[in-house]
């Protein structure tokens, strides 16, 4: 089972005058869930994790849009920093596609895959992936004929409405709460947070289409 930091359903998080806050956000969240600081630390070990078990072979990272791009941009530079200061080293490529399935805080029965470069590209490759909604994606992956494919997601939920899946690393294990921030949006907003955190009702209302 892959290891992660488990966060407990008990877990409150942090009061948001302990941190900095954007100003225009400050009476749309209740707590910070998760510190900026945290994240980078536990996005560090992971690309460690990952050097040492595809450490032989050419990766290609690939980035599920849009909540995917901050936490794939961190955890590429600590995969290069290894690449630079250790003894072996792997070629990396980088690609982008996006998933979409939410609207409001609400997780749809649809996804749709948007943009992409050629994904025939793919066949052959050992492939990082990135992002949240995986299966749908894994199984169009899947026909390209990879070698072989691994799933990276920062955040995994505890939800009676998981399917199981489980990615091969996972950040962080939280209960079932609707998170926003560190690129993680609701209806576009709350992406330019570094913390995840915990929205309020206000704010669910005030940004909901």
Do not use: W
């Not at 961190?74 to 998933?99: E, G, H």
């Not at 992936?129 to 939920?157: A, D, H, R």
Request: include cysteine; proline fraction near 4%; glycine fraction near 6%.
């Amino acid at each position: 089972m892959s290891s992660s930091l488990e966060i407990p359903d008990d877990e409150k998080g942090y009061d948001l005058d302990l941190f900095c806050i954007p100003k225009h956000y400050e009476n749309d969240l209740e707590r910070v869930f998760i510190p900026h600081g945290l994240i980078m630390d536990r996005t560090e070990r992971l690309a460690r994790d990952i050097m040492r078990d595809l450490g032989e072979h050419h990766i290609v990272a690939l980035c599920v849009l849009k909540g995917g791009y901050k936490f794939f941009a961190d955890l590429l530079d600590y995969i290069k920093a290894l690449n630079r200061n250790s003894d072996k080293s792997v070629p990396l490529t980088v690609d982008f596609i996006r998933l979409k399935s939410y609207s409001n805080d609400e997780c749809t029965n649809s996804v749709k895959v948007i943009g992409g470069d050629e994904l025939s590209a793919l066949s052959g490759k050992d492939i990082v992936e990135t992002g949240k909604t995986m299966q749908t994606l894994l199984s169009i992956l899947n026909g390209y004929n990879p070698k072989m494919v691994k799933v990276v997601s920062l955040l995994v939920k505890r939800t009676p409405r998981s399917s199981g899946y489980r990615p091969d690393y996972i950040g962080f294990e939280i209960p079932d709460k609707f998170v926003v921030g560190y690129a993680l949006d609701y209806n576009e907003y709350f992406r330019d947070l570094s913390h995840i955190c915990v929205m309020s009702e206000q704010g669910k209302q005030k940004y909901k289409v």
